[in-house]
């Protein structure tokens, strides 16, 4: 029984390492993985950055490209698996919660409004990213505080945030009252 045990489990990761490797099979996820090591370079650097105009302009410019990879052409509504998983993998979403981990003053939120642009892009990103994947579903409830402790791009926070709940149980069971 041991040795069937073994059999099975070496096969059953020899099959989800292949799934995996799956994701880089088309061009089109291969121009998405030259766009990503073009792009999170600059990305990551932005993101621990105090930015002045024209690097929020950047910044803003990438996350688009970004949200771009996230739905298939010409349907904004549905999402593209192959690629949310590339981005994931690529820890996109963790370069998220650094963009929006940074310290403004709410105060002066008006004359930020650069950042409330990166708010907007970013909180839209995580949406794409959340949308019927419930792994990054998951992880976006696991930081739901941080998320909700953010100002300044409400209405991209709330459209994140139902994405975070639609369609997942678990997500909606782990709700307490």
């Known amino acids: 029984m041991a ?3 073994r059999y099975y489990s070496a096969y059953n990761q020899l099959f ?5 490797a799956q994701v880089l099979i088309t061009d089109k996820s291969l121009k998405v993985l ?8 600059k990305l990551r650097r932005f993101a621990t950055a105090k930015l002045n105009e ?5 910044l803003c410019d990438i996350l688009s ?16 698996g192959m690629n949310q998983s590339i981005l994931y993998n690529h820890g996109i979403l963790e370069d998220c919660f650094t963009i929006l981990s940074q310290e403004i003053d709410v105060k002066l939120l008006d004359q930020y409004t650069g950042q ?9 990103l995580l949406k794409l990213m959340a949308r019927q994947n ?6 976006l409830f696991d930081r739901l505080d941080m998320l909700l402790s953010k100002e300044g791009a409400s209405n991209e926070l ?5 994405e975070v709940f639609t369609g997942n149980s678990t997500t909606c069971m782990k709700v307490n009252g």
Request: a negative charge; glycine letters at 4%.
């Open 3 to 5: 040795l069937l045990n």
């Open 116 to 124: 409330r642009q990166v708010y907007q892009s970013t909180f839209t």
């Open 158 to 162: 709330a459209e994140c945030l139902t």
């Open 16 to 20: 989800n390492r292949a799934v995996q």
């Open 34 to 41: 030259e766009t990503l090591e073009k792009v999170l370079p």
């Open 65 to 80: 490209k970004l949200i771009e990879m996230c739905h298939l052409e010409g349907e904004p509504e549905e999402p593209n």
């Open 134 to 139: 419930k792994v990054v579903q998951g992880r």
């Open 54 to 58: 024209q690097q929020t302009k950047e």
